[in-house]
């Protein structure tokens, strides 16, 4: 069984931070890709940014130059700062991991508000 465990939503006025957090634990020896979804109401799923096991970083048009993937192997975490937060980043945020023998694993979201 793998768990992986989100933190650091929550509200935030337009402009803002927050720091999201994914921390992998179970078993699941090393994590291959790893990368943050977002879903906000009546819309589809979509990736937010994603980075391989070489460090290789993709992000949506919408977020590049605003947010930053990052990853710890050592803890087998990913975290996603996202600065310059706009209303139109409120979403449910998933973490999304592939690990190292190619088994993919969701977590269970974290909400963002981006409001004044």
């Known amino acids: 069984q793998v768990q992986l465990v989100e933190s650091g939503g929550g509200l935030v006025e337009p402009g803002g931070s927050l720091r999201l957090s994914c921390t992998a634990s179970?078993?699941?020896?090393?994590?291959?890709?790893a990368g943050w979804y977002r879903q906000a109401v009546g819309k589809e799923r979509e990736l937010v940014a994603v980075?391989?096991?070489?460090?290789?970083?993709n992000y949506a048009d919408s977020v590049k130059d605003r947010f930053t993937i990052s990853r710890d192997n050592a803890k087998n975490a990913v975290y996603l700062q996202m600065n310059s937060l706009k209303p139109e980043d409120t979403a449910v945020y998933y973490c999304?991991?592939?690990?190292?023998?190619?088994?993919?694993?969701w977590g269970q979201g974290t909400q963002v508000t981006v409001s004044s």
């Open positions: 980075i391989s096991s070489s460090r290789n970083i």
């Open positions: 179970g078993r699941i020896s090393s994590i291959n890709s």
């Open positions: 999304h991991v592939v690990s190292i023998i190619g088994y993919p694993y």
